[in-house]
T-cell receptor, first 113, second 113 residues
Framework: DQQVKQNSPSLSVQEGRISILNCDYT??????FLWYKKYPAEGPTFLIS?????DKNEDGRFTVFLNKSAKHLSLHIVPSQPGDSAVYFC????????????FGTGTRLTIIP | DAGVTQSPTHLIKTRGQQVTLRCSPK?????VSWYQQALGQGPQFIFQ???????QRGNFPDRFSGHQFPNYSSELNVNALLLGDSALYLC????????????FGPGTRLTVL
């Protein structure tokens, strides 16, 4: 049972444009959501997070939007840069801190120069 | 400041054998979580250790066991290896008492023949 879903395995975006990565979840108990970025031969690197009490969180070029009624979140990257090419994982947990993370299957983002 | 380190980088075993993977958490972190990432999938939570005790466990059989040492480092042991255990094994560390993201190591690639 896939509780966190990323339905787009891959996405290609022109450099300078906006990249939008989507994630859906089914477990209503999730209340903390994170995005991780992964380069080959490296572990996932934390990017940005949002708690269920918010609907938007922004950090530089990265913004995460949360729609609780639709159980949907998205990551916006503006403007996209070549270094953003990586696999992006959406993750969710019940509570903050050290609760176990449930990951989606990832979206491979390719930024075209 | 060293991040999360894991050893070995790669490992090849045959079915039925046993394997031990090692993890050193980021300096100051006291909690270690282990994840399994199969090809094309997102990381799946195996278990978490704090104060040398298993605190949470995912849906993995008893063949998967772990240990945490007084210096907070951790081991993951897998007995009676199956072909399906071939995966990237990721270790993540964090502070038990604080909110915040988990920091991941580069992983150990296990191949079972």
């Amino acid at each position: 049972d896939q509780q966190v879903k990323q339905n787009s395995p891959s996405l290609s975006v022109q450099e300078g444009r906006i990249s939008i990565l989507n994630c859906d979840y089914t477990n209503s108990m999730f209340d903390y959501f994170l995005w991780y970025k992964k380069y080959p031969a490296e572990g996932p690197t934390f990017l940005i997070s949002i708690s269920s009490i918010k609907d938007k969180n922004e950090d530089g070029r990265f913004t995460v939007f949360l729609n609780k009624s639709a159980k949907h979140l998205s990551l916006h990257i503006v403007p996209s840069q070549p270094g953003d090419s990586a696999v992006y994982f959406c993750a969710a947990s019940r509570g903050f801190g050290n609760e176990k993370l449930t990951f989606g299957t990832g979206t491979r983002l390719t930024i075209i120069p | 400041d060293a991040g999360v380190t894991q050893s070995p980088t790669h490992l090849i075993k045959t079915r039925g054998q046993q394997v031990t993977l090692r993890c050193s958490p980021k300096s100051g972190h006291d909690t270690v979580s282990w994840y399994q990432q199969a090809l094309g999938q997102g990381p799946q939570f195996i278990f978490q250790y704090y104060e040398e005790e298993e605190r949470q466990r995912g849906n993995f059989p008893d063949r998967f066991s772990g240990h945490q040492f007084p210096n907070y480092s951790s081991e993951l042991n897998v007995n009676a290896l199956l072909l399906g255990d071939s995966a990237l094994y990721l270790c993540a560390s964090s502070y038990w008492s604080l909110t915040g993201e988990q920091f991941f190591g580069p992983g150990t690639r296990l191949t079972v023949l």
